[in-house]
């Protein structure tokens, strides 16, 4: 769905296309990426893809015309709903991480984690860019 609502805002924003085929790559590296690549891997083309959205979002910003039509509030709402589901599942992940973490430096199952050679895992962290507002310039 999102590659069709991102054809439909190129006809609007044909100046802006490396934008939209920014958005593309990262959500086709982020598709490719869930395929048994590893963590970092697939962190860093989440990564990429938030990067992307919020470059979508200032783009409506800078271009009310294109703010107001029906396919771009489309993609801006497919656009969320995405980040939103990315968010949820870092925090789904790290609350695991953390139970799993627990109960291997807990006594008594740091025993068996031990003989199984089982270790602490990392958190997923968000990169300091995300956690910033990207800034409007017209």
């Known amino acids: 769905m999102i590659p069709n609502l991102?054809?439909?805002?190129?006809?609007?924003?044909?100046?802006?296309?490396?934008?939209?085929?920014?958005?593309?790559e990262a959500r086709n590296e982020m598709g490719n990426a869930q395929s048994g690549d590893s963590r970092?891997?697939?962190?860093?083309?989440?990564?990429?893809?938030?990067?992307?959205?919020?470059?979508?979002?200032?783009?409506?910003?800078?271009y009310p015309d294109l703010k107001a039509n029906q396919?771009?509030?489309?993609?801006?709402?497919?656009?969320?709903?995405?980040?939103?589901k990315v968010a949820y599942?870092?925090?789904?992940?790290n609350t695991t991480?953390?139970?799993?973490?627990n109960s291997v430096q807990s006594v008594p199952s740091n025993i068996v984690a031990k003989m199984h050679n089982f270790s602490v895992r990392e958190m997923l962290s968000i990169p300091t860019e995300e956690r910033e507002t990207p800034k409007v310039q017209f």
Request: proline fraction near 0%; glycine fraction near 4%.
């Open 6 to 24: 991102v054809e439909t805002v190129k006809g609007y924003a044909s100046h802006e296309k490396e934008t939209l085929t920014k958005v593309i």
């Open 40 to 62: 970092q891997e697939q962190l860093d083309a989440d990564n990429k893809l938030s990067g992307a959205l919020r470059s979508i979002f200032a783009l409506g910003e800078a």
């Open 71 to 84: 396919s771009f509030i489309e993609l801006q709402h497919e656009l969320s709903s995405t980040e939103n």
């Open 89 to 93: 599942s870092r925090q789904l992940y």
């Open 97 to 101: 991480v953390m139970d799993y973490n």
